[in-house]
């Protein structure tokens, strides 16, 4: 794809971004004008308060929850050579998930440096999950072998079914009011107040796209076979360690504070493949911005379409990505080769 093009794209994503962040704020049952923000009286208005420790926060979460998932399901995608592949191959949204809902079933909630319990079990549930996977497929290569992408699909696949049927087990064993707040946390939603949400993931989605970013090369020769990508000089155990760690951020770090929010990793990166080509130098930063965009407009959606109830944005993105996924099945386009 021709340099100028994908320079032009990404440009239009800047700006598309700094729109969406600008407008989305303002978009609500309550209407909002500039006014408000900046020219009221001495005391703030409820509209103030509405703006600074509501909608502004939520949509920050949904332009950083949008950009972590949207890249972390490009590198799953790089990284197993399988387009299918979502931020969730890896069990990480059901480990994240299963210490959650212990986390509600049990009744802890206790708190530490402003994270909540159920995010820090949530964080300690996908990290586990990723650990599981690797030390599993690890055991079953022989000594001094390559590790495999089929080896850690499989064991990615076995450790996410295991822990959804720990899910459904915790579910089985709660009552109606802890079932109730387990089946709409696994909804996904970004009902946050104030900033401390999004202080808390921005660290992890920062040093997880950071890690993929650096690695945009490896990623680029991982997509051609992990045997050319070891003769071009590329430490293919390293590389995958270091993806495994940045995908872990990106997926534990967004889902302790949202909840698992399926889709985005699937749809953002190849619609962004078709906008810049398969070239991760580029297609990283699309990916960040597009993602970011994606889950903002959808958010924004879900919280005024039957306001004044919301609809959580994980049934959202469901609701898209169910056709884009058959889609890409039935057309068996390029980029499924």
């Known amino acids: 794809m021709k ?4 320079t032009l794209v990404l440009i239009v994503l800047a700006a598309a971004t700094i729109v969406v962040l600008g407008v989305a704020p303002f978009v609500g049952m309550t209407p909002i004008s500039l006014l408000d923000i900046f020219g009221g009286g001495p005391v703030p208005g409820k509209e ?3 703006f600074c420790k509501i909608r502004l926060p939520r949509v920050l979460a949904a332009w950083l929850t949008g950009a972590g998932l949207a890249v972390a399901g490009m590198a799953f995608q790089a990284l197993f050579r399988n387009p299918l592949a979502t931020p969730f191959t ?3 949204a059901s480990g994240a998930a299963l210490g959650a809902a212990m986390t509600i079933r049990f009744g802890v909630s ?6 909540s319990g159920i995010s820090m079990a949530a964080l300690s549930g996908a990290a586990l999950s990723v650990l599981l996977v690797y030390g599993i497929s690890r055991a079953l290569t022989r000594s001094g072998a390559m ?3 089929a080896t850690l699909l499989l064991a990615g696949v076995a450790v996410n079914f295991f822990f959804s049927s720990l899910n459904l087990f915790i579910q089985y064993l709660s009552d109606f009011t802890h079932t109730f707040r387990i089946i709409r946390w696994l909804m996904g939603g970004l009902e946050v107040a104030g900033f401390r949400s999004v202080f808390q993931m921005v660290p992890f989605v920062a040093a997880g796209i950071a890690l993929v970013l650096i690695s945009s090369r490896e990623l680029d020769l991982l997509t051609t076979g992990e045997e050319i990508a070891a003769s071009r000089g590329v430490s293919v155990v390293g590389v995958q360690r270091r993806l495994f760690f940045a995908t872990s951020l990106l997926v534990g770090g967004v889902v302790a504070v949202c909840g698992p929010i399926g889709f985005v990793g699937i749809m ?3 619609i962004c493949r078709l906008m810049v080509g398969p070239g991760h130098r580029a297609l990283i930063p699309a990916t960040v911005l597009f993602g970011g965009i994606f889950l903002t407009v959808c958010d924004t959606f879900a919280r005024t379409v039957i306001a004044p109830a919301e609809i959580p944005v994980g049934v959202i993105t469901a609701l898209l990505g169910g056709p884009f996924f058959l889609l890409l099945l039935i057309r068996g386009s390029k980029y499924l080769d």
Do not use: F, S
């Not at 340099?3 to 994908?6: N, P």
């Not at 206790?110 to 994270?115: E, Q, R, T, Y």
């Open 3 to 6: 340099a100028g093009r994908v």
């Open 48 to 50: 103030y308060d509405i």
């Open 90 to 92: 890896l069990g990480v």
């Open 110 to 115: 206790v708190a530490l440096l402003g994270i």
């Open 147 to 149: 590790l495999t992408t």
């Open 268 to 270: 953002v990166p190849h």
